[in-house]
């Protein structure tokens, strides 16, 4: 099993930044990939970045140029950036790992959510 736990949501007016964060915890060496989801009220969960472990990313289209996936291996940590906010980017936002590299059969474990809350 893995646990992961998030932090760094909150709220922020729109145009400003905040930095998730998402520390995992037991059976690390089975996850191949670590992303970030969020979830809008009437929304459904999306993947919006995502890193494996040899460093590719990928980003839905909206966040790109805005959001920085990154990861500290050290520490068991990934990171989310968000720059720029828009109000469109409030959702909860979930850490998710996964045994593939690409996230191709969704994630195996979640975080249990953190709101971010963008104003405008």
């Known amino acids: 099993q893995v646990q992961l736990v998030e932090s760094g949501g909150g709220l922020v007016q729109a145009g400003g930044s905040l930095r998730l964060s998402c520390t995992a915890s037991?059976?690390?060496?089975?996850?191949?990939?670590m992303g970030w989801y969020r979830q809008a009220p009437g929304k459904q969960r999306e993947l919006v970045a995502r890193?494996?472990?040899?460093?590719?990313?990928n980003y839905k289209d909206p966040v790109k140029g805005r959001f920085t996936i990154s990861r500290d291996n050290a520490k068991n940590t990934v990171y989310l950036q968000m720059n720029s906010l828009k109000p469109e980017d409030t959702a909860v936002y979930y850490c998710a790992a996964a045994k593939s590299y690409t996230f191709v059969r969704g994630p195996d474990y979640w975080g249990q959510g953190t709101q971010v809350t963008v104003s405008s």
């Open positions: 890193i494996s472990n040899d460093l590719r990313t």
């Open positions: 037991g059976s690390i060496f089975s996850i191949n990939a």
